[in-house]
């Protein structure tokens, strides 16, 4: 799948699935065209958009999204030699860890309500890359 068919498949909620691997695949690709802060937006309304067509509303999370944004993002400024989804992820294998966040957040802060609805700071360590 290239690209713009994930894109296009995640935008229009017709992927079958939707694993972290092309979660973060695809915020790579929104990184690199369309920066940080548009990048949040679009992730967020996206996940919220395809949990809601897939029936499953409540599975969206506010923190949990920009925080993968933020890791990616400080990844990716950590490579800067980096442009392709697939060689950031080679040189940043961590990033398909599921648990990544779990550095930064206690299970509790980011299993509240508060941090499902809306940016919760990390209760542990600010979000940044570690190699």
Request: glycine fraction near 6%; hydrophobic fraction near 45%.
């Given at each position: ?19 972290h691997?092309?979660?973060v ?5 929104y990184?690199?065209r ?23 509303p409540?599975k ?42 779990d550095r930064?957040?206690?299970p509790a ?23």
């Open positions: 799948m290239t690209d713009d068919e994930l894109i296009r498949g995640f935008e229009a909620g017709t992927l079958s699935e939707f694993p691997a092309s979660h695949r695809l915020t790579i690709v990184l690199s369309h920066g940080r802060e548009h990048t949040l937006r679009l992730m967020a309304e996206g996940l919220l958009r395809f949990a809601t067509f897939k029936g499953i409540g969206f999370h506010a923190t949990q999204t920009r925080a993968w944004v933020e890791l990616i993002e400080a990844a990716r400024i950590s490579h800067p030699e980096v442009a392709d989804p697939s060689a950031l992820i080679a040189a940043c294998p961590e990033l398909l860890d599921r648990k990544a966040l930064f957040y206690s802060h980011l299993a509240s309500d508060t941090a499902r609805a809306g940016w919760v700071e990390p209760d542990r360590a600010a979000i940044r890359w570690n190699e």
